[in-house]
């Protein structure tokens, strides 16, 4: 049965098509919330194993490139099937507090990103997650990169991962979509 916490990610379905094509070229892949550095905190994309996980890096969750908006999984995902999001331990800790929605956008991202040939980057966009969402968040620890090293996963949300559009899952303000 789902948990009750939220996802702590979510994607458009522009960002999961893309993550299907880049799958479908380099195999499974993983992405790394960047900290930093030559793209800013831009969410780079790399084969799966590229890219090397800290003890104290934090899995926001776990992309399911099967799902379509608005479905929520029957079964758990072949590892070639899922990309998991992960951040840094520091970064997380002033992250924690919002849900990331993966977008993509047209443009160069990181020449060390996958989908920089494409034309195309991804982005992160934020949400800042509610009181009672921030409560259910606390009652579960998230896995890190020594936990998944253990076998630890996270467990399932209720809410689906994929959104139409970025304004679904963080709307703005004073904007209708």
């Known amino acids: ?6 996802r702590r990610v979510r994607a458009t379905a522009a960002a999961m098509d893309l993550l299907r094509r880049l799958r479908g070229l380099h195999g499974p892949l993983m992405l790394h919330q ?9 969410p780079m994309c790399y084969p799966a194993g590229e890219f090397v996980i800290g003890d104290r890096d ?3 969750g776990l992309l399911d490139l099967r799902l379509r908006a608005d479905e929520l999984p029957d079964t758990d ?14 970064q997380f800790t002033a992250w924690q507090h919002t849900q990331l929605i993966l977008d993509v956008v047209p443009g ?12 195309f980057r991804f982005l992160s966009r934020g949400r800042v997650f509610e009181p009672g969402e921030l409560r259910a968040l606390a009652a579960t620890e998230p896995v890190t990169g020594a936990g998944w090293e253990r076998g630890e996963r996270p467990l399932p949300a209720a809410e689906p991962q994929v959104v139409a559009e970025a304004a679904d899952a963080c709307p703005v303000p004073g904007r209708s979509h």
């Open 34 to 42: 960047s900290g930093g550095c030559c793209d800013g905190s831009a």
């Open 58 to 60: 934090v899995l926001l």
């Open 1 to 6: 049965m789902p948990g009750t916490a939220p």
């Open 108 to 119: 160069r991202g990181s020449g060390f990103s996958l989908e920089s040939p494409e034309g």
């Open 77 to 90: 995902p072949e590892p070639e099937d899922s990309a998991p999001v992960w951040i840094s331990g520091p």
